[in-house]
Each structure stands twice: as structure tokens, then as C-alpha cells.
């Protein structure tokens, strides 16, 4: 059990930031009475630790900036709370993968340098449970690298976290990236190829596995960077998306904002952002080459892990799965009495999605 209680944080993440970054988010944007002391302490404290990012930019350009990656990343897509965590966390169990880590995604600028002390300080401070689910959290443990990006670059869909009025603009802007600026395209890329370098290096892994929701928005983007790119997308049924997604936000956003939004406003957020994600994907997953896809759902997942897993090696010609089967059938087997949390579909839940969602109920053929 960690010192402090995830809901009770007094700053946010935005304390990893660099000084630039944090600028770029907050300048303009309307921080409301409440908040005030946590916009405060966190500003106080990332405009301390930015002093320190030279010192990771010198040492990223002299060891890592120009060495040669794998281009052949495999990015794990699909809507929040569809079961990425749990399919990120059995393929990581493969060790030739690198990927963020939970630390990286707090103090992306202090990873080559004052790591062991900084990760034992938030190891001691960070709970040991997801409070949403109950997941296991752990500083070393794999971590969607969109938590990582919202503290590198001031273009990010998670800026949402702190700013949550501004939802379906950094929709528009940052997740689907059809209204982004030419600049923010491009800082994505180098930002995110900066990541995936330090990643790798972090974790000794020669390819990385990507978990990230918000890259479901960006096939096309990706596609840029690495022509080659593996995708393996997931689908859940959309009641339980629903009731889950809303939970997983309004409980994982109080600590983090700087702004009150309502549950009402979060719930139809919730609704249009699963609307414009699902059709973003749909039309920009015709670019990915034939051999690179696989869509499953996350019910047969479940069903049968590992042999859904070597289905996935497979079909992706992913190399390795022999050497990492018995590591990933550990896992498994150590999973078996995780207890998910139970949702009950009031009629209110039903009446919503069959209205908003009708298409992803038909498309996978999801009934009640």
C-alpha cells in the first residue's frame, strides 16, 4: 500500500512535465477556484525537476538520438476499458518486447539519469491497486505511453485530464488528429520516436509493444512513421465499455483536474468521443498493409488467452512465441482468480447505447 491515496494527491502528473510542456497545456486555460493550491504545488515542483532534463536530452542525443530500432512495432488498439490493459500485460510477459513503463509515464525526462531515486520515491508514494479496478500497479509494470506523451509535448489527447472542458476539441485535435496543425503533427512524431528509443533502452527490449487507446485515432499517422507496423485491435461489448469507460474517467479525473466538469457533460463526452474514435479507425485501417491486422474480441480473449495469443504471433508474424509461452502461461495461470468488476445495464445504459452505438452492436454483432 502506497503512502498516499491516488484520489488524495495533492498535485498531479503534470509535475514529470518539462517547463515547456506544462506552459504549453496550461498558458490561457481557465484553472477554477478549488483547484488553485494543486495547480500551484504541481507548477512549483515540475518547474524544479525541468532543471534536470538537459542532462536526459544530452545523454538521448549522444546514445540514442541516431541508433537504428526495430520498424516493425506492434501497437495493441481499441476504445478505453475494451481490455488492452490485460492483453498489453500477457504479451509483455514475452521479454524481447520493450515497452513504457509505469515511472516513465509519471518522469519521462528523468529516465537516463536519477532514475533508481526517483522510481524508489514514487514506489513508496503510489498505491499498489488501480482504485477503478483493482488492477495491480507497480512503477516497472507496462503503461499506456499516452500519460508519457502529455508530459513530453503539449499536443496530447490526455491534456483532457486537467483541462476536461477542452474534451472534444483535444478530441479533434490531438486524438483523431484531423484538425491538428502541421506542427503538431510533426512534434507528435518526434516525440513519440523519442519515446519508443528510451523505451526500449529502458526495458532491453528490441521491439516495442505499444498499448495506447488513444493510437486507435492514429493508424493513419503511425502508418507514416512505420510502414510495417502490426496492429492488433480489440473490441468489447459496448454496454460494458459504457458503464466501465464511465466509471474508469470520473474516478481516475479527480485527481487530475484543474477544471469541474459534470457527470452529465463526462457522459455524453464519453459518448460523441466513442462515435468519432470507432469511425476514425474504421476508415483509416484500409491503409494498413494485408498480414498486419487482427481484430479480435476481447471475449474470445478471455475465453482462451493463450490461444488467442499464439493466434495473434501468428497472424502478425510476431516472432518468439515458443520462448516466451511458458512466462506468459504463468501469468495466465497467476490471473485465474482476478475478479473483474461486475456491471449491472440499468435501462438508462441500455437506452444510451443502443441510441449512440447502434453501430458497433451491429458491426460485431453485440446483444444484450
Known amino acids: 500500500m502506497g503512502l498516499l491515496e491516488f484520489q488524495k494527491l495533492p498535485v498531479n502528473t503534470l509535475v514529470g512535465a518539462d517547463w515547456q510542456t506544462f506552459k504549453g497545456i496550461t498558458q490561457r486555460q481557465c484553472i477554477e477556484k478549488g483547484y ?3 495547480y500551484q504545488l504541481t507548477k512549483a515542483v515540475c518547474r524544479l525537476l525541468s532543471i534536470l532534463k538537459p542532462i536526459q536530452d544530452r545523454r538521448y542525443n549522444k546514445r540514442l538520438k541516431d541508433a537504428d530500432m526495430n520498424m516493425e512495432p506492434v501497437f495493441i488498439l481499441g476504445h478505453w476499458r475494451s481490455g488492452t490493459t490485460f492483453v498489453h500485460n500477457v504479451l509483455a510477459h514475452d521479454k524481447h518486447f520493450g515497452y513504457t513503463t ?8 528523468l529516465m537516463m539519469w536519477g532514475q533508481p531515486f526517483f522510481k524508489k520515491t514514487m514506489a513508496w508514494l503510489m498505491p499498489d491497486k488501480r482504485p477503478t479496478d483493482n488492477m495491480e500497479l507497480n512503477v516497472d509494470l507496462p503503461q499506456e505511453e499516452e500519460f508519457a506523451l502529455s508530459n513530453m509535448m503539449p499536443c496530447s489527447y490526455y491534456n483532457f485530464w486537467f ?3 477542452n474534451m ?6 490531438f486524438l483523431t488528429m484531423k484538425k491538428a496543425t502541421p506542427e503538431e503533427h510533426q512534434a507528435f512524431k518526434d516525440t513519440f520516436l523519442k519515446l519508443i528509443k528510451i523505451s526500449l533502452w529502458n526495458t532491453k527490449g528490441t521491439q516495442f509493444l505499444s498499448k495506447n487507446p488513444p493510437h486507435t485515432g492514429k493508424v493513419k499517422e503511425i502508418l507514416e512513421m512505420f510502414p510495417n507496423a502490426k496492429f492488433i485491435y480489440l473490441m468489447r461489448n459496448p454496454y460494458t465499455v459504457f458503464e466501465s469507460t464511465r466509471s474508469f ?3 481516475t479525473i479527480l485527481p487530475l483536474q484543474l477544471q469541474k466538469i459534470s457527470p452529465e457533460e463526462m457522459e455524453n463526452n464519453i459518448l460523441e468521443v466513442y462515435t468519432r474514435l470507432y469511425h476514425t ?3 483509416e485501417k484500409k491503409h494498413i ?9 476481447f471475449e474470445d480473449f478471455e475465453a482462451d488467452a493463450l490461444g488467442t495469443t499464439e493466434k ?3 497472424t502478425l508474424n510476431i516472432p518468439g512465441f515458443e520462448a516466451a509461452q511458458a512466462d506468459i502461461t504463468a501469468y495466465l495461470e497467476k490471473k485465474k482468480g482476478y475478479k473483474k468488476n461486475a456491471y449491472k445495464y440499468d435501462p438508462k445504459t441500455v437506452e444510451l447505447v443502443e441510441k449512440h452505438w447502434d453501430f458497433a452492436l451491429k458491426q460485431w454483432d453485440y446483444k444484450l
Not at 102 to 109: L, R, S
Not at 168 to 173: F, K, M, N, P
Not at 289 to 297: D, Q, R, S, T, V
Open 36 to 38: 488553485k493550491t494543486k
Open 312 to 314: 495473434i504471433y501468428r
Open 289 to 297: 498493409p494485408a498480414g498486419n491486422l487482427i481484430e479480435i474480441k
Open 281 to 283: 479507425y474504421e476508415e
Open 102 to 109: 509505469t515511472y516513465q509515464t509519471v518522469f519521462p525526462h
Open 249 to 251: 474517467f470520473n474516478n
Open 163 to 165: 483541462l476536461p472542458k
Open 168 to 173: 472534444l476539441e483535444y478530441c479533434d485535435r
